[in-house]
């Protein structure tokens, strides 16, 4: 809840992971705008890769040398988003990037990952005036999220992380392990090559 002298733009309280609300008129208009894009996007054809890369540098904050995203990709704005070079994700990401997510170099994200940023007030007066903030996730170079993966707001896994199918990610994960479950759980470190 804004302080009554709070002058910023719900956009400048976002932007500052503080509450903000969703519904503001930029706001919308930024999302729309991000929907647009992202439909477009999901509307090409394995064939249409050139159309595919000029697309993604306008929807995303930035996007490596030969990095692939297999529609459909589903964003909130795009421009949070930061993915390194020689990424793959499958089909059906969903990358709601109200605070920031920065992928690494070489990740391999599998099918119907979410990366969720958002985050909501517990108390139910604040959630019913539809009040929301946001955590940034940062995922390390050469990860692999293993298909249906969620990834929590506020979570960072470092390099040469695997996490299984199906994981639920609500905490910070060490580089060079393999954690699985729900929520997910270091299950064995990797020898660092």
Same mark, same amino acid.
């Given at each position: 809840?804004?302080?009554?002298?709070?002058?910023?733009?719900?956009?400048?309280?976002?932007?500052?992971?503080?509450?903000?609300?969703?519904?503001?008129?930029?706001? #919308?208009?930024?999302?729309?705008?991000?929907?647009?894009?992202?439909?477009?996007?999901?509307?090409?054809?394995?064939?249409?890769?050139?159309?595919?890369?000029?697309?993604?540098?306008?929807?995303?904050?930035?996007?490596?040398?030969?990095?692939?995203?297999?529609?459909?990709?589903?964003?909130?704005?795009?421009?949070?988003?930061?993915?390194?070079?020689?990424?793959?994700?499958?089909?059906?990401?969903? #990358?709601?990037?109200?605070?920031?997510?920065?992928? $690494?170099?070489?990740?391999?994200? $599998?099918?119907?990952?979410?990366?969720?940023?958002?985050?909501?007030?517990?108390?139910?007066?604040?959630?019913?005036?539809?009040?929301?903030?946001?955590?940034?996730?940062?995922?390390?170079?050469?990860?692999?999220? $293993?298909?249906?993966?969620?990834?929590?707001?506020?979570?960072?896994?470092?390099?040469?992380?695997?996490?299984?199918?199906?994981?639920?990610?609500?905490?910070?994960?060490?580089?060079?392990?393999?954690?699985?479950?729900?929520?997910?759980?270091?299950?064995?470190?990797?020898?660092?090559?």
């Amino acid at each position: 809840m804004a302080a009554p002298d709070d002058s910023r733009t719900m956009r400048e309280r976002m932007l500052a992971g503080e509450l903000y609300i969703a519904d503001d008129p930029e706001l #919308a208009e930024a999302s729309a705008a991000a929907q647009d894009l992202a439909a477009a996007y999901n509307a090409t054809t394995a064939r249409q890769r050139p159309l595919r890369r000029r697309l993604l540098e306008q929807l995303l904050g930035a996007v490596g040398e030969d990095t692939e995203i297999r529609p459909p990709l589903h964003v909130d704005y795009g421009t949070s988003i930061r993915i390194g070079a020689r990424c793959f994700a499958n089909f059906g990401l969903v #990358a709601l990037d109200v605070a920031a997510i920065t992928i $690494g170099d070489d990740v391999q994200i $599998g099918p119907n990952v979410q990366l969720l940023t958002p985050t909501h007030p517990v108390e139910p007066g604040p959630r019913r005036e539809k009040w929301e903030a946001a955590e940034p996730i940062t995922i390390g170079d050469n990860v692999w999220l $293993g298909g249906g993966v969620v990834v929590l707001p506020g979570v960072t896994i470092g390099a040469d992380t695997v996490v299984g199918a199906g994981s639920v990610v609500t905490r910070d994960l060490p580089a060079g392990v393999v954690a699985v479950g729900n929520p997910a759980r270091v299950v064995r470190t990797l020898e660092r090559s």
